[in-house]
C-alpha cells in the first residue's frame, strides 16, 4: 500500500464511485484504475491523499465484503 501520492498526480485517472452511495454523494470513497494499481481516495476530500494497492489486494478487499 502507498499512501504518498497526491491527487495531483492522480489527476488523470477515471474515478468511479459506488451507486449505493447516498444522494448527497458524500459518504463513500473513489476508485480509479491504472495498470496494476488501484486507486482509492474519500469522495469528501478528492484534493486529499490517494491511496495505492495493487489489482490483487483490491480484489481481495472487494471479495470479503
Known sequence: MNTAESTAVASGLTWFKSSYSGAEGGDCIEVA???????????KTVAGPVV?????????????A
Open 33 to 43: 484504475a491504472d495498470g496494476a494499481t488501484v486507486h482509492i481516495r474519500d469522495s
Open 52 to 64: 495505492r494497492v495493487s489489482r490483487e489486494a483490491w480484489a481481495g478487499f472487494v471479495g470479503e
